[in-house]
């Protein structure tokens, strides 16, 4: 049964950092990436960014190059989101997703996780 751990987020003054973690167990194949959506609140879901468990490409939303980076552990079964210099646009709940496929990107998400309150505020 496929499982996504979530752990991180919580209350931030902007310019600060915050790191999520999402760990995946019970997934059916090898092929597979890790990423995070966000929703603000009366927004769309949009996807911020997204690693390829195998070959490692990672991909960003514009609005968040530059600021964020996701990793893999070395087991590439738990990905982590830095995000650094918070703004409080960066708001919201973050969903980790996980999408099968050899060159998966994330879209569309197999599975979500339960997400995780991001809040950027003085």
């Known amino acids: 049964q496929l499982q996504l751990v979530e752990s991180g987020g919580g209350l931030v003054q902007p310019g600060g950092s915050l790191r999520l973690s999402c760990a995946v167990s019970?997934?059916?194949?090898?092929?597979?990436?890790i990423g995070w959506f966000r929703q603000a609140p009366g927004e769309e879901r949009e996807r911020v960014s997204c690693?390829?468990?195998?070959?490692?490409?990672?991909n960003y939303a514009d609005s968040v190059k530059g600021r964020f980076t996701i990793s893999r552990d070395n087991a590439k079964t738990t990905a982590y989101l830095q995000m650094n210099s918070l703004k409080p646009e960066d708001t919201g709940v973050y969903y980790c997703v996980v999408s099968g496929g050899v060159f998966s990107s994330c879209v569309p998400p197999d599975y979500w996780g339960r997400g995780t309150q991001v809040t950027v505020s003085s």
């Open positions: 019970g997934f059916t194949s090898n092929y597979y990436s």
């Open positions: 690693i390829n468990r195998v070959n490692g490409v990672t």
